[in-house]
């Protein structure tokens, strides 16, 4: 918030503000200003998810990335409900019944398969 408020005072003094990073840009319009200020903004945004992810990972139990939508046991089901693996089903027919989508199937399946051509 300090931050925030130190950025708002510098651009509001006739002070031309430079970037380091970014030395090839000159500040010293208001739309200028106004980027400078919201690249700021961004740097303090990706700098509190990043201290929040890092408060997060000392906690058990925590797991990065989108949780699962459904088990591995349904997924399994679903595989060997299809045709191609030795089930009745299409792809279509599988996913009315599981309620699981064609492509995760698909994915599934592949990853499957790709796993067995490596063993």
Do not use: C
Not at 65 to 92: C, E, F, V, W
């Amino acid at each position: 918030m300090n931050e925030t408020l130190t950025v708002l005072a510098v651009l509001a003094t006739e002070i031309d503000v430079l970037s380091l990073p970014n030395s090839w840009s000159d500040f010293s319009t208001d739309i200028s200003n106004l980027l400078a200020f919201a690249e700021f903004e961004r740097a303090m945004i990706i700098e509190r998810t990043q201290a929040g992810k890092e408060i997060e990972k000392t906690k058990e139990g925590y797991k990065e990335g989108r949780p699962q939508k459904h088990s591995n046991n349904q997924i399994d089901h679903a595989l060997s409900l299809l045709s191609i693996n030795g089930g009745t089903m299409s792809y279509n027919q599988a996913t009315e019944i599981t309620n699981i989508s064609k492509s995760t199937l698909i994915r599934a399946n592949n990853k499957i398969n790709k796993y067995k051509k490596l063993y």
